[in-house]
């Protein structure tokens, strides 16, 4: 070989060389991952084990990024965060329920349309998830569900079984029929059976004020459910619909009423439907545990959360969940969003996760494959009728919703007074974003 062919032939291998270097750093830029040596660290309410799966299985894939993970208890978990957030320190990536995001948006940083997409989002999870995680005209996304947990009836079947009720109720008229079927009140006036925990407060009625929520936006008409202001919670308080849905949630905890069946001198519902003395109690998966840690051997019942039936009024539920975020503080947000973006859409990291969670699942591929399980199959489901609003604060608008049913059962302000002081508090709160 002469001299001249030589360097030819060195010349065209450096050009494939270079080539094939630019489009392996090409394609590390399009995922927006630099091969550098980072160190992520995650924040949640899960215990050790159980992210355990996800942080090897995503450095399996990603040997060059180390996963720290902190498990802290869900009584202080979100104060903790939110300190450690303010004092520019905490974690890169963090769980945040879906209804907290708008109220927070200004501590997260949105992942590059490049990397992961609305799109994409849309394909992936139902609508419920794009209604809670996609903001400023649905081009950002904020985070990534870990799972899709949706409120159901939960009934105990033996009570139900000595009462000759065959089936759980699928509309609300039905589960109003059954209440005098199943509630047991002494001469004095005294509740000593419950159909069903509802019409009460968060002091006694777990989830519910997730579930009128849902009454108000079953009872909502499409139109106003998608209202692109962003306001269709304030406009539904303030609707005839709105008062009617209300209404229809107190009247269980109203002595005056054939439907009484609940006050606020009972016990939790978890720990009453627990014990036995409440027949049905309207909650999420994640109650199910907690009731069989105290409760080992009772024969808890799963049905759809109950709707107001009839063709016009396709079936709604309501949604409580974990995404995961990444925070506007960390130094790798491409990165970190790779973790997010792994965790939540690899079938194989979110199998796991859901394996040692239980938790129902928020890919759709997922869901395809639960809603034949007869264990999860009303979960499952649920999530694909899941929808959501606009929370532009969600613990202030818990408190207002809580304050208006505590102000009617004890006499201080008539249902009609209530809702409208309610819908006042919360329609401020838009004007503070």
Do not use: C
């Not at 997010?340 to 690899?346: H, L, P, W």
């Amino acid at each position: 070989m002469n001299i001249r062919r030589r360097y030819v032939l060195i010349a065209a291998i450096v050009l494939v060389l270079g080539l094939l270097a630019y489009l392996v750093f090409a394609n590390v830029q399009k995922r927006g991952i630099l091969a550098e040596k980072v160190t992520l660290n995650v924040w949640g309410v899960d215990d050790e084990k159980v992210f355990e799966s996800i942080a090897s299985a995503y450095q399996a894939l990603r040997p060059e990024t180390e996963i720290i993970y902190k498990s802290i208890g869900l009584k202080t978990y979100w104060e903790e965060l939110l300190n450690a957030l303010a004092a520019g320190e905490g974690p890169d990536v963090f769980y945040i329920k879906n209804h907290d995001i708008p109220a927070e948006k200004d501590k997260l940083y949105p992942v590059d349309s490049t990397q992961f997409s609305p799109a994409q989002l849309n394909d992936l999870f139902p609508t419920v998830a794009s209604q809670d995680l996609v903001y400023a005209s649905g081009s950002q996304i904020y985070a990534l569900p870990l799972y899709i947990d949706t409120l159901a009836l939960l009934y105990n079947k033996d009570i139900f079984d000595q009462n000759a009720i065959v089936y759980p109720p699928k509309t609300w008229i039905e589960f109003q029929n059954l209440v005098p079927k199943l509630t047991n009140i002494n001469q004095r006036g005294q509740i000593l059976k419950s159909a069903a925990a509802i019409g009460g407060t968060e002091k006694t009625v777990d989830a519910g004020i997730d579930l009128l929520i849902s009454l108000i936006m079953q009872n909502t008409s499409v139109e106003v459910r998608t209202d692109e202001e962003n306001k269709a919670l304030v406009n539904s308080l303030g609707s005839k619909s709105g008062a009617d849905a209300f209404n229809f949630y107190l009247q269980f905890a109203n002595p005056a009423s054939t439907a009484y069946t609940w006050n606020d001198d009972q016990t939790n519902s978890l720990d009453s439907f627990g014990a036995g003395k409440t027949a049905m109690i309207l909650n999420y998966q994640s109650a199910i545990p907690v009731i069989k840690n105290k409760s080992p051997f009772i024969n808890i019942g799963i049905a759809p959360l109950p709707q107001i039936g009839g063709e016009k009024n396709a079936p709604v539920t309501y949604a409580n969940y974990y995404s995961l975020a990444v925070s506007k503080l960390s130094k790798f947000p491409a990165q970190a969003w790779d973790f997010v973006i792994q965790t939540a859409t690899n079938e194989g990291i979110t199998r796991s996760y859901i394996a040692s969670t239980g938790h129902p699942p928020a890919l759709k591929t997922l869901i395809a494959e639960k809603v034949s399980d007869s264990d999860t199959s009303v979960f499952a489901s649920s999530a694909l009728i899941a929808r959501s609003w606009y929370h532009a604060n969600n613990r202030e608008i818990r408190a207002a919703l809580n304050d208006a049913i505590m102000d009617v059962l004890t006499g201080k302000s008539i249902a009609r007074d209530a809702l409208e002081t309610a819908g006042d508090k919360i329609n401020q709160l838009y004007y503070r974003r």
